[in-house]
């Protein structure tokens, strides 16, 4: 995990750095772990049978074994350089305004029924709207960002303006 101190030494550092859940984290150690131990193996596995059946200038089993390779590899640089730069987003006790890690309950002011929705303000490498998981860089995410329960904020979306009402903060 990155150290994250104020310092003119760690602009780097601080300019990668991923803002995770604790669960988040664990995920990407897990996906890692995964491809290095399980994966790896089995695409060497098939490359090694796919070399065996000879000619391998018209061997499409060495060419997509090949290519699977490729994209295991570079998943597992891609997910080591995370797990490096990652930073546990900690949970906090009292929740007064909106944070990475805050469950958010909102109401769309505009529709007259719109039923309330809970979301859960991430990182970008955790965000997943299906699972109501959106991103501290997202329009909504951002906007909420800072704001208190009882607060009304405008979220500018493809579909123009949209006003949502802070209803609860968990």
């Known amino acids: 995990m990155a150290d994250v101190t104020a310092s003119s030494t760690q602009t780097s550092s601080d300019e990668k750095m991923i803002l995770v859940t604790k669960e988040g984290f664990a995920k990407l150690k897990d996906e890692l772990e995964e491809l290095k131990n399980v994966k790896r193996k089995e695409v060497a596995s098939r490359l090694k049978e796919a070399i065996s059946y000879g000619d391998l200038s018209e061997n499409s089993e060495y060419e997509e074994a090949k290519n699977e390779q490729a994209f295991v590899e570079g998943r597992i640089a891609e997910l080591e350089e995370k797990v490096k730069y990652a930073k546990i987003i900690q949970e906090k006790q009292d929740v007064r305004t909106v944070q990475i890690g805050t469950h958010v309950v909102i109401r769309d002011v505009g529709r007259k029924k719109a039923e309330p929705e809970t979301y859960t303000i991430v990182g970008s490498t955790e965000a997943d709207p299906l699972t109501h998981k959106i991103s501290n860089e997202s329009p909504v ?30």
């Open 141 to 170: 995410g951002s906007v909420l960002l800072d704001k208190k329960k009882g607060d009304i904020v405008k979220v500018f979306a493809p579909r123009g303006v949209v006003e949502y009402e802070i209803l609860q903060l968990e």
